[in-house]
Structure formats: structure tokens, C-alpha cells
């Protein structure tokens, strides 16, 4: 007994490469916009404008990833609702981060938890937590970029390998 997969129609294909194109017009609109903001305070502060909520909000989507999108549901479905604890945990510790530490960073006029932990203890401790982050972050991406590669290998054919270049 064969066990038929879904594939991508035609349809979905338009409506995938539509989202691509727009994402990247998107970006280049910015870009075209905010082509003037060269320093590095107008790149990594936002020039000093933005406010606590839309700086909040960015921390929040850049984090929320593939392997959420899809490890969710299936871990819902493995072990069951008690997965909603951390879906409800999710956006109050993403909150309160937002809330408590933007502001003290803005205040301080930092950019980074780094640049704290230089001014609260010491110029080597900056540099382990770099490294340790680098490191996770480095095993982080592999596994972030993996995951919608499979997906897409699922339902379009492409090859993994180009799946994954192209994520």
C-alpha cells in the first residue's frame, strides 16, 4: 500500500513565489528608504527613535522560528496540552524582556546584553558569553535552517541540499 504525499499544485507555487517576491520588495523598499542611515547608531538603534513595543515585537518575530511553526504542533500532538505551559509562558517572558531590558539598554545607551555585562562585571566575561552564544547560535542554525529545508523538500521535490541554500 502506497502512501500518497501531498505535493505542491501549481497554485501554491504561484502563491509561494508570490510571497517571496514580496518579502524581498519589502526589504528593498526599506532599503531604498532608509539608505541615508549609514552610522551604526542608526542601524542598530533604529537612530534612537523607536519605542519600547515595535523594538518588543521585533525581538519577538525574529525568534519565533520554523521549528516553532512546525515543532509545536507536533509536539502538541505527541505529548499532548501540556505544551500550552510554555505556548502561554511564550509571549510573557518575551514581554517582561521587553518591557525590563530594552528600556535599561536604551537607557544606558547600549546595544547589546554584552556591552552590559562588560559595564556590570568585567571585559572577559563580555567575551565568554560571546563565545557561548556564538557556539549556540551555531547549532541553533543548523537545526533552524534544516527544518523548513525538509519541509520544502516534502512538498516541492527540490533537493534538500538546494532547499537548504535557499532557505
Same mark, same amino acid.
Given at each position: 500500500?502506497? &502512501?500518497?504525499? %501531498?505535493?505542491?499544485?501549481?497554485?501554491?507555487?504561484?502563491?509561494?513565489?508570490?510571497?517571496?517576491?514580496?518579502?524581498?520588495?519589502?526589504?528593498?523598499?526599506?532599503g531604498?528608504? %532608509?539608505?541615508?542611515?549609514?552610522?551604526? %547608531?542608526?542601524?542598530?538603534?533604529?537612530?534612537?527613535?523607536?519605542?519600547?513595543?515595535? &523594538?518588543?515585537i521585533?525581538?519577538?518575530?525574529?525568534?519565533?522560528?520554523?521549528?516553532?511553526?512546525?515543532?509545536?504542533?507536533?509536539e502538541?500532538?505527541?505529548?499532548?496540552?501540556?505544551?500550552?505551559?510554555?505556548?502561554?509562558?511564550?509571549?510573557?517572558?518575551?514581554?517582561?524582556?521587553?518591557?525590563?531590558?530594552?528600556?535599561?539598554?536604551?537607557?544606558?545607551?547600549?546595544?547589546?546584553?554584552?556591552?552590559?555585562?562588560?559595564?556590570?562585571?568585567?571585559?572577559?566575561?563580555?567575551t565568554?558569553?560571546s &563565545?557561548?552564544?556564538?557556539?549556540?547560535?551555531?547549532?541553533?542554525?543548523?537545526?533552524?535552517?534544516?527544518?523548513?529545508?525538509?519541509?520544502?523538500?516534502?512538498?516541492?521535490?527540490?533537493p534538500?541540499?538546494?532547499?537548504?541554500? %535557499?532557505?
Open positions: 500500500m502506497s &502512501v500518497q504525499l %501531498n505535493k505542491f499544485h501549481y497554485a501554491d507555487y504561484i502563491v509561494f513565489v508570490a510571497m517571496l517576491i514580496f518579502s524581498a520588495f519589502i526589504g528593498l523598499i526599506f531604498w528608504l %532608509n539608505r541615508k542611515k549609514q552610522s551604526t %547608531n542608526d542601524f542598530l538603534l533604529g537612530g534612537g527613535d523607536l519605542k519600547v513595543f515595535p &523594538v518588543g521585533s525581538i519577538l518575530a525574529s525568534f519565533t522560528s520554523a521549528i516553532s511553526i512546525l515543532g509545536f504542533s507536533a502538541m500532538y505527541r505529548y499532548g496540552t501540556i505544551y500550552w505551559m510554555i505556548t502561554f509562558s511564550y509571549p510573557l517572558t518575551q514581554g517582561l524582556t521587553a518591557l525590563v531590558f530594552i528600556p535599561l539598554f536604551h537607557g544606558l545607551k547600549i546595544t547589546s546584553a554584552y556591552q552590559y555585562l562588560e559595564l556590570r562585571f568585567h571585559k572577559y566575561v563580555r565568554t558569553a &563565545v557561548i552564544f556564538s557556539l549556540q547560535m551555531f547549532l541553533y542554525m543548523s537545526v533552524a535552517l534544516y527544518t523548513p529545508a525538509l519541509a520544502i523538500e516534502q512538498v516541492t521535490d527540490i534538500l541540499v538546494y532547499s537548504i541554500g %535557499n532557505v
